[in-house]
C-alpha cells in the first residue's frame, strides 16, 4: 500500500523568545519522519529550488524533488516560551505551483492514496487536484495552505491573512479527510463534500466529526520543547492508522500520542 505525500518543503526561522535558529520545514518534511516508523512504504514529492534542504529527509529514496525557481520560507515566531500555542508567522509566498505536468513522470505505478499539504493557495492549483482525484484512491488533506494569502509586507516577507474562497467547496469534494484548526473551522464553516473533519486545537485536544462529532484530549505534557510541525505530525500519524483500517477514534488518540512525543523534542518526531 503506497501513500504519496505531496507538498513544499521549506526553509524555515524558527524564533522563540529571544532564540533564533533556521531550520527545514514543510508539512511533507515533518510527515515522512512519521511515516518513516508507522507507515514506511510511502514516497515523498516535494518542491524547491534548493535541493540541499532534502538532505535532511529521513530516507533520501523515498524523495522526489520538482525543482522549481524558488523555495517557500516562513518565520515561525512564538513570543512566549511558555505557550507554545501562539504563533505570528510569517512567508514569502512563493508562486511554485505543484502541476499535473510536474507529477506525471514520477508518480508511482501504483498509488493507495495521497496526502495533499498546500502550503499557500498557489501550490495546488484544481487542475492539480482534479488530476490527483482521478486515481479514485483516499486523498487526505491540510486546509490552511488552501486559505493563506498575504497581508502586510515586512522586509521581504508578509503577514499572513486567511480566507475563504468558492471554489475550496469543489477542490475538496469528496477528499477522505480535511485537517485544519479551530480558527479555520470558523473561516470555513461546515457543508463540505468529506468523509472526515478533523479539528485541532492544540494542547486543547481535537474533535474529529464525521457522522457526528467525537472529542478527543490531548496528551499532555510538561517538557514543551518545539512545537513546530506538531500538527503536520498528528496529521501524518491519524493517516497512518485509518490505512491500517483503525477507527478514527484509535486514529486520533494515537496521533495525539506521537504529536505529544514530538513537541518534547526539537525537530520533526524521533522515537529515539
Do not use: W
Not at 514506511?40 to 516535494?46: E, G, K, M, Q, R
Not at 523515498?62 to 525557481?69: C, L, N, R, W, Y
Not at 512545537?227 to 486514529?251: E, H, P, R
Amino acid at each position: 500500500m503506497t501513500l504519496v505525500a505531496i507538498g513544499p518543503v521549506t526553509k524555515d526561522l524558527v524564533v522563540i523568545g529571544d532564540e533564533k535558529s533556521y531550520k527545514v520545514g514543510g508539512a511533507t518534511y515533518f510527515q515522512s519522519f512519521v511515516f518513516e516508523e508507522f507507515f514506511p512504504d510511502y514516497l515523498a514529492i516535494v518542491n524547491c529550488s534548493d535541493e540541499e534542504l532534502i538532505e535532511d529527509f529521513p530516507d533520501l529514496a523515498k524523495v522526489e524533488v520538482i525543482k522549481k525557481d524558488d523555495t517557500h520560507f516562513f518565520i515561525n515566531q512564538y513570543p512566549f516560551k511558555e505557550n507554545r500555542d501562539i504563533r505570528n508567522q510569517f512567508s514569502n509566498f512563493a508562486e511554485i505551483p505543484i502541476l499535473k505536468g510536474d507529477l506525471e513522470p514520477i508518480l508511482p505505478d501504483d498509488i493507495d492514496a495521497f496526502i495533499i499539504n498546500p502550503l499557500n493557495r498557489y501550490d495546488f492549483p484544481a487542475e492539480t487536484v482534479e488530476y490527483l482525484k482521478s486515481f479514485n484512491v483516499p486523498i487526505f488533506s491540510s486546509i490552511q495552505g488552501f486559505l493563506r494569502l498575504p497581508d502586510k509586507q515586512v522586509n521581504e516577507s508578509y503577514t499572513i491573512k486567511l480566507d475563504n474562497f468558492d471554489e475550496l467547496s469543489h477542490i475538496l469534494e469528496g477528499f477522505s479527510a480535511i485537517f485544519l484548526d479551530e480558527a479555520e473551522a470558523n473561516i470555513i464553516g461546515d457543508g463540505y463534500d468529506v468523509d472526515e473533519v478533523v479539528i485541532t486545537d492544540g494542547s486543547h485536544g481535537s474533535r474529529i466529526i464525521s457522522d457526528g462529532e467525537m472529542k478527543i484530549d490531548a496528551v499532555q505534557c510538561e517538557n514543551v520543547v518545539d512545537t513546530t510541525g506538531c500538527g503536520d505530525t498528528y496529521m501524518a500519524a491519524y493517516v497512518s492508522q485509518k490505512l491500517l483500517n483503525k477507527s478514527s477514534k484509535i486514529a486520533a488518540e494515537f496521533a495525539s500520542l506521537i504529536a505529544s512525543k514530538k513537541i518534547q523534542k526539537s525537530g520533526p518526531y524521533n522515537s529515539k
